[in-house]
């Protein structure tokens, strides 16, 4: 393979290039390949995608797909941390020098962005907002059906805006409508709140009167960002009403698919499916277990009468599941019908 240089081939093992596709693809399915078939890719080699084979050195056997996706997401988490990190250090730094400018106020009071590190701090700087709302608060709350715990920890905070008169509307996954739990928080919140679903929402998000806004700054939401830029607050704003324009009212039933057999998760499942992802990912962007999601791939299939993933991968494109599913104001143009039992 001399002669051949990474940067024909400037990519990573998340994204191949067509040619290191077929080869890591027809490795994967027979065990191995030939030294010859992959001169032309020697990204894979360097990627550590393909090795010799040790009972015979003409030929080279794949690094299985589970092993790279590990590499792969471990690598993503060192990025990340290392980035909040930097963010902590850069805020600190920030908070520092506006002292020096002779300003009587603590080196956070009045921040644009402030670092809140530990539950005590975020819930103390949560209830501050709270008292001081007057207006309007906008949520979204990530993950699957909600924990009573998790309702029960902010539900003084939410009875004590309803006292006030202030208008809650809270985003949530489509899972979560399957909690009894969140009906009966909404049933106590009454006229106050409003919640709407989608298949994906993005992470944890509160918006107070559109000028405070709370963001997580970790994987364990131990630490949170506080931010009274007003940029920045009235792009998380825009954020949150194109989703909400977006979403299904939590009283009325989710859209029929149009294809029989098809729950609307399933059809949720297919697209992020189409575009790559692993079991594990798409039940973490859908809110759901791994388990769960396996077993509606496992019905997907059926359906569709794919006997392998990638038989289902071409099904899913004939079906034309590989896209997302038809917004609201598309579903309007037909009645929608009764949600599926098993869609739950």
Do not use: K
Not at 22 to 30: K, L, P, T
Not at 71 to 83: F, G, I, K, P
Not at 201 to 212: G, K, M, Q, S, W
Request: proline fraction near 6%; charge should be negative.
């Amino acid at each position: 393979m001399a002669g051949h240089r990474t940067e024909a081939h400037p990519h990573g093992a998340d994204r191949l290039c067509d040619a290191g596709d077929r080869v890591y693809s027809r490795a994967v399915r027979r065990g191995r390949v030939s030294r010859q078939d992959a001169e032309s890719v020697p990204c894979l080699v360097e990627l550590a995608l393909l090795h010799p084979d040790p009972d015979d050195m003409g030929w080279l056997v794949p690094t299985s797909p589970q092993e790279v996706m590990t590499r792969l997401l471990r690598d993503m988490h060192e990025r990340v941390s290392a980035t909040q990190s930097r963010m902590g250090e850069a805020v600190s730094a920030f908070e520092w020098y506006a002292t020096l400018a002779g300003n009587a106020r603590s080196p956070s009071e009045g921040a644009a962005i402030r670092v809140l590190d530990g539950l005590p701090r975020i819930r103390a700087a949560m209830d501050e907002a709270t008292e001081a709302c007057t207006s309007e608060v906008l949520a979204v709350q990530p993950g699957g059906i909600r924990r009573e715990d998790e309702l029960t920890e902010g539900l003084h905070r939410a009875l004590a805006l309803c006292r006030r008169g202030v208008r809650m509307r809270d985003l949530y996954t489509h899972v979560a409508r399957h909690g009894q739990g969140l009906r009966n928080y909404m049933e106590l919140m009454g006229d106050s709140a409003e919640a709407r679903t989608l298949d994906e929402v993005t992470e944890r998000l509160i918006v107070f009167d559109r000028t405070v806004a709370f963001i997580p700054a970790s994987t364990d939401r131990t630490i949170a960002l506080e931010l009274r830029h007003p940029a920045l607050v009235d792009y998380l704003v825009t954020v949150f009403e194109r989703f909400w324009r977006l979403a299904i009212p939590l009283t009325a039933p989710l859209p029929d698919t149009g294809i029989e057999g098809i729950t609307h998760r399933e059809r949720s499942i297919a697209a992020l499916l189409a575009e790559g992802h692993q079991d594990a990912v798409v039940a973490e962007r859908l809110g759901i277990s791994v388990r769960t999601c396996r077993a509606h791939i496992a019905r997907l299939s059926e359906t569709l009468g794919a006997a392998s993933r990638t038989q289902l991968g071409v099904r899913i494109a004939q079906a034309g599941l590989d896209g997302p599913p038809r917004s609201p104001q598309l579903q309007a143009l037909s009645a929608p019908g009764p949600e599926s039992p098993t869609d739950r």
